[in-house]
């Protein structure tokens, strides 16, 4: 059992480091800065979802699974629990961090973002809307 607690304590404890780095700003789930009439930030917003999706999902599976559910839940469900709640946290300061710069800019990269979304590497079934 040791085999797995032991890494995922790790990286929990590792990565609360982060989260020390962003305490005190607002998060509000990634909307602090957020233009819905700004389709960069629509599609960076959907793009932190699917993300955010995946990782709860993963979260569910892995507590689900019988060998974890019955030998492992009490040690492991807090420890997975603590990761994905990092990771939604960082994954919200990024958001609102990304959101801030691009009020900032205005439209003066909009070609760019152009092309961003032209050569796919948006293909997460998430569009830009321009």
Known sequence: MDQCVSPLTSLRDSTRGVLENIEGQPLNKGLANYNKNDPRQVALKDVINVLKALVEETFKTLVD?????????????????DLKCIVDDVLDFLENETDAVLNGLGHDCQGSWNEFCSSGVLGLGVGCLL
């Open 65 to 81: 699974l019988p060998v974890v559910n019955t030998l492992l839940a009490p040690v492991l469900g807090p420890i997975l629990y």
